[in-house]
């Protein structure tokens, strides 16, 4: 059984903080991994994927992933409180995907 | 370009009750997906369809049949719906982008089984 496995928050974080939002998963044969963040309401919509070892930065967001210690992680740097929402860690094999529980972050004005 | 989209945004059905969601891309897709997502759970698989002419079980399968009817088109049949199928159903698309396979997401249709 594949398992992906993230704190269900929530996560406070004061406005202009770094927020660290961390997955760890079962199976040594994933492929890649992703962040959605998900308004409540709403579709998850993608933020980033990686698949190789190490930092991968996109703006605010930084990914980073230990294959050897089977963890990701996500920061937002300066957080906002529009990016108030749940994160969902995802994990690939092929074409099929396993989601974590996701884990809701609040970013305070 | 519409993205995928979703019909209908609400039902609400009785015990016993079947029905159809549709769901569709525009983006020239191959793979398709049913998601379901309980509060606390998560997205959980129901089916796939990773090209036209082919399904496969996901996760929870059980209650659920689907149709990949063509390229854009994959719906979600319940034939005799549960109090325990109440939940919010998500359709996805993907297909292999610069590196991996990168999927989006219909609006959901949120269902109540009374």
């Known amino acids: 059984q594949k398992e992906v496995e993230q704190n269900s928050g929530p996560l406070s974080v004061p406005e202009g903080a770094i927020a660290s939002l961390n997955c760890t998963y079962s199976?040594?044969?994933?492929?890649?991994f992703f962040w959605y963040r998900q308004y409540s309401g709403k579709s998850p919509e993608l933020i980033m994927f990686i698949y190789s070892n190490g930092d991968k930065e996109d703006g605010r967001f930084t990914a980073q992933l230990n294959k050897a210690s089977q963890y990701v992680s996500l920061l937002i740097r300066d957080s906002q409180p529009s990016d108030s929402a749940t994160y969902l860690c995802a994990v690939s094999y092929g074409q099929n995907f396993v989601f974590g529980p996701g884990t809701r972050l609040s970013v305070l004005p | 370009n519409a993205g995928v989209t979703q019909t209908p945004k609400f039902q609400v059905l009785k015990t016993g009750q079947s029905m159809t969601l549709q769901c569709a891309q525009d983006m020239n897709h191959n793979s398709m997906y049913w998601y379901r997502q309980d509060p606390g759970m998560g997205l959980r698989l129901i089916y796939y369809?990773?090209?036209?002419?082919?399904?496969d079980k996901g996760e929870v399968p059980n209650g659920y049949n689907v149709s990949r009817l063509n390229k854009r088109e994959f719906s979600l049949r319940l034939e005799s719906a549960a109090p325990s199928q109440t939940s919010v159903y998500f359709c996805?698309?993907?297909?292999?982008?610069?590196?991996?396979?990168?999927?989006?997401f219909g609006p959901g249709t949120r269902l109540t089984v009374t």
């Open positions: 369809s990773a090209s036209e002419g082919t399904t």
């Open positions: 996805a698309s993907s297909e292999l982008g610069r590196n991996e396979y990168e999927q989006y």
């Open positions: 199976d040594r044969g994933s492929q890649s």
